[in-house]
């Protein structure tokens, strides 16, 4: 299941960030991706929104953070909280974001559920379609005035990071996104290793064609999906076991941050609108699903309207 990965470039090349603002989400773990990316751009001097399930935990990663980094100053840190599998609180949280900030430079949309059983919430969607796909996207699109306000003030375009995987290239060729039973689809059965995976992959092939229909829609803004790796963490470690990873092939969490990290703030990136990054700075051809713009739209279309209805319902 590895996949094949560049040099490690220098962290020297990420440029100054004062007075750019960022939101990264699924960052209060110090053992987390999120959490390795939101403290390099707040090293770099960027004001970073550490995305986080409960006030609790974000504060918790914010004072490790500041008592970690003495360099980085407590108005740098800010929390956005909210709980990706219901879509009210990240609109809740969102309407926040834009009453307080008149700008966002930086999203890196890295929360995300592993594989896991076909299970459905309130509104009869999957729990993890929703919170790795319905969730970024509306998060994202919610957020897009801000963008907008960015590209106005600075001549660097926003960056918008989705964090997809490479596993996208095990789909079967007929998957769509037509409509909810198609987010729903259990890929052969509603548990077991490999469905499990296949649509953790779907989740993962939905932020990656939302990228690049992203990118269609708001050409002011750099739209980026990335892999960032195979991560040993608590989560992934029996995944990556029962499918036969070894040890020395896997990437720490350090090193899983770094194609994130310059998909959102890396110069060259800024050049390659709709791309889908490799670790740790490979373009990766367009091919395969991923390059099928009509799938793009249609998952765009149908996000929309199933993001539209869960929030219509009291």
Same mark, same amino acid.
């Given at each position: 299941?590895?996949?094949?990965?560049?040099?490690?470039?220098?962290?020297?090349?990420?440029?100054?960030?004062?007075?750019? $603002?960022? !939101?990264?989400?699924?960052?209060?773990?110090?053992?987390?991706?999120?959490?390795?990316?939101?403290?390099?751009?707040?090293?770099?001097?960027?004001?970073?929104?550490?995305?986080?399930?409960?006030?609790?935990?974000?504060?918790?990663?914010?004072?490790?953070?500041?008592?970690?980094?003495?360099?980085?100053?407590?108005?740098?840190?800010?929390?956005?909280?909210? +709980?990706?599998?219901?879509?009210?609180?990240?609109?809740?949280?969102? +309407?926040?974001? !834009?009453?307080?900030?008149?700008?966002? +430079?930086?999203?890196?949309?890295?929360?995300?559920?592993?594989?896991?059983?076909?299970?459905?919430?309130?509104?009869?969607?999957?729990? *993890? #379609?929703?919170?790795? @796909? !319905?969730?970024?996207?509306?998060?994202?699109?919610?957020?897009?005035?801000?963008?907008?306000?960015?590209?106005? @003030?600075?001549?660097? %375009?926003?960056?918008?990071?989705?964090?997809? %995987?490479?596993?996208?290239?095990?789909?079967?060729?007929? $998957?769509?996104?037509?409509?909810?039973?198609?987010?729903?689809?259990?890929?052969?059965?509603?548990?077991?290793?490999?469905?499990?995976?296949?649509?953790?992959?779907? *989740?993962?092939?939905?932020? %990656?064609?939302?990228?690049?229909?992203?990118?269609?829609?708001?050409?002011?803004?750099?739209?980026?999906?990335?892999?960032?790796?195979?991560?040993?963490?608590?989560?992934?470690?029996? #995944? !990556?076991?029962?499918?036969?990873?070894?040890?020395?092939? $896997?990437?720490?969490?350090?090193?899983?941050?770094?194609?994130?990290?310059?998909?959102?703030?890396?110069?060259?990136?800024?050049?390659?609108?709709? %791309?889908?990054?490799?670790?740790?700075?490979?373009?990766?051809?367009?091919?395969?699903?991923?390059?099928?713009?009509?799938?793009?739209?249609?998952?765009?279309?149908? *996000?929309?309207?199933?993001?539209? +209805? $869960?929030?219509?319902?009291?």
């Amino acid at each position: 299941m590895f996949t094949p990965r560049g040099e490690k470039y220098d962290l020297s090349i990420i440029p100054d960030l004062s007075g750019k $603002v960022a !939101l990264v989400t699924g960052a209060n773990s110090p053992g987390s991706i999120g959490y390795q990316v939101a403290q390099h751009l707040a090293q770099k001097g960027a004001k970073v929104y550490i995305g986080a399930r409960s006030e609790s935990k974000a504060n918790g990663a914010i004072e490790t953070l500041l008592k970690t980094n003495p360099s980085l100053k407590p108005e740098q840190l800010g929390s956005f909280v909210a +709980d990706l599998g219901d879509l009210k609180q990240v609109e809740r949280a969102a +309407d926040a974001l !834009l009453e307080k900030e008149s700008r966002l +430079d930086i999203l890196v949309n890295n929360a995300a559920l592993l594989a896991r059983p076909l299970d459905k919430n309130e509104d009869g969607l999957s729990v *993890s #379609m929703t919170t790795n @796909q !319905l969730a970024p996207f509306f998060l994202t699109t919610k957020l897009l005035p801000l963008f907008e306000k960015a590209s106005q @003030q600075d001549s660097d %375009a926003p960056r918008v990071v989705f964090v997809s %995987a490479a596993s996208i290239k095990w789909l079967p060729p007929t $998957v769509r996104f037509r409509s909810v039973d198609d987010l729903n689809a259990d890929l052969g059965s509603p548990d077991g290793f490999f469905a499990n995976f296949q649509r953790y992959s779907l *989740s993962k092939l939905a932020n %990656a064609l939302t990228a690049k229909e992203l990118q269609r829609r708001a050409p002011y803004l750099v739209s980026l999906a990335v892999h960032p790796g195979e991560i040993v963490t608590d989560g992934t470690r029996l #995944m !990556l076991e029962a499918s036969g990873g070894a040890p020395a092939q $896997v990437l720490s969490v350090a090193e899983g941050a770094l194609t994130p990290l310059w998909a959102a703030a890396a110069p060259e990136a800024g050049k390659l609108k709709g %791309a889908f990054i490799m670790p740790f700075k490979e373009v990766a051809p367009e091919e395969g699903l991923w390059k099928d713009e009509g799938l793009a739209k249609e998952l765009w279309q149908t *996000s929309e309207a199933v993001v539209k +209805d $869960v929030l219509s319902k009291a």
